[in-house]
Every structure is written in C-alpha cells, then in structure tokens.
C-alpha cells in the first residue's frame, strides 16, 4: 500500500466555521508534511511532523492547527480562516532519510466563503 | 536551503526525448537531486533522486554534473501523460529529523501530439 489517503476531496467552509482535514498513511512513515497550493503555484510546505513531533513550523499562521495523534494519522485544524486561505491542501510522507521518496496525496480542495 | 533554476516552460513532440534542466550552482556536497512532478488536479509524484552518478529508473534517466551544479531529466520517449510540471528539489541528507521538501517554481512541461 503506497497510498496518501486525504479525507474530505473537497471543502466549503464559512469564515467562522471549525473544519479539519485528515490524512492517512500506512507504510510506516514517521515524516509526514502539510502543504498549501495556490493555482499555478508550487506547493508551499507548512508543517512537518518527525516522529508525530512537529518538527518544523514555516511561520503559519495560528488559525491553521496541526495535530498527529499517531504515526499513520495528521490531521490539519481550521478556524476562522480567510478567503485568501482557500487553496489546495495537500498532505505528503516519507520515511526519515533524505534520500527517499516523498508520498503525496491528492488534496483537499478547500474554499473559504 | 539551496535554490534550484528551472525554466518556466518547455515543449516537446510526442515520441520524442525530453531533456529537463536544472541549475543548482549552490548545492552542498551533502545536498541529493530530487526530481518530481504534478500532473494536472493531482498531487506531486516522485520520479527519480541522486547524489553524483546517473540514475536510470522505469520513468526517467538523471544525468548528473560532473560538478553538481547542474542536472537533467531526461524522459526518453515523452507522451501526452508526461504533460506536467516538473521540479527539481534539492533534499539535505545531513538535516536528519529537521525533514523539508521544499518546491522551487518548476518547468510546465507541454507535449504537442
């Protein structure tokens, strides 16, 4: 199994609304990335989670809330985001060794309203 | 991190090789090649890494500097599923738990038929 299952494939949420995203991977990986993806843009990385620790934080704001709550789970928390926010969330995961591949899932397509 | 350069856009026929540049004149000796690619409405997807050698897979060939400042993709025979964007990552072997995968702009790749 060499799948990044990203749950829902599309969100609409309201500026006050609580959401979350989810991520699942089962191949054991103890890295595993958040993503945000503008149209025509590359993917812009936000967290990275080693050994379901945040690792590193690329200066996001607060309304978006990692959490890993075990080594196959990552979820992304939203509250009170901005129409500027909705874009392509996508979730990735590797092993802990640089020269390994990176395992993308398709994206949660998320529009903020 | 080290910062690659790709350019923006490239074309190629159908059936024909497609050679991908990418400038990385700053990479550090411990700095592996990474290559992926973005099919349209889907996530990024691993095509081939390195160090200093050549690298040949089922997708694609890498051929690799003598210098390590420059590198290329080569697809040997592209078809119209090659349509893509491509990018060129540079991944730190010596930041171990300090995991990133960071996208640079790419080179959007169009197959005429």
């Known amino acids: 199994d060499t799948e990044v299952t990203q749950t829902p494939k599309h969100l609409v949420m309201g500026m006050t609304n609580k959401k979350s995203l989810k991520c699942e991977q089962h191949?054991?990986?103890?890295?595993m990335y958040w993503y945000k993806q503008k149209a025509k843009k590359p993917p812009e990385l936000m967290f990275v989670y080693s050994y379901e620790k945040l690792s590193i934080n690329e200066s996001v704001p607060s309304r978006f809330s990692p959490e890993c709550p075990n080594s196959s789970l990552l979820n992304l928390h939203l509250h009170a985001l901005q129409p500027e926010d909705s874009a392509l969330y996508l979730c990735?995961?590797?092993?802990?060794?640089?020269?390994?591949?990176?395992?993308f899932g398709q994206g949660t397509r998320l529009t903020v309203v | 991190d080290a910062k690659t350069t790709q350019p923006n856009s490239m074309e190629s026929n159908e059936e024909e090789p497609v050679h991908l540049p990418c400038n990385h004149s700053?990479?550090?000796?411990?700095?592996?090649i990474h290559w992926y690619r973005q099919l349209p409405s889907q996530g990024p997807e691993y095509v081939i890494h390195?160090?200093?050698s050549n690298v040949n897979n089922r997708m694609a060939s890498l051929a690799i500097a003598e210098d390590r400042k420059s590198s290329t993709l080569i697809l040997h025979r592209a078809t119209l599923r090659d349509a893509a964007v491509y990018y060129c990552?540079?991944?730190?072997?010596?930041?171990?738990?300090?995991?990133?995968?960071?996208f640079g702009t790419g080179t959007r790749l169009t197959i005429i038929p």
């Open positions: 990552i540079l991944r730190d072997i010596s930041n171990f738990g300090n995991e990133k995968l960071t």
């Open positions: 191949m054991g990986h103890r890295a």
């Open positions: 390195g160090l200093t």
């Open positions: 990735a995961s590797s092993r802990l060794a640089m020269n390994t591949e990176a395992f």
């Open positions: 700053t990479i550090s000796g411990t700095d592996y």
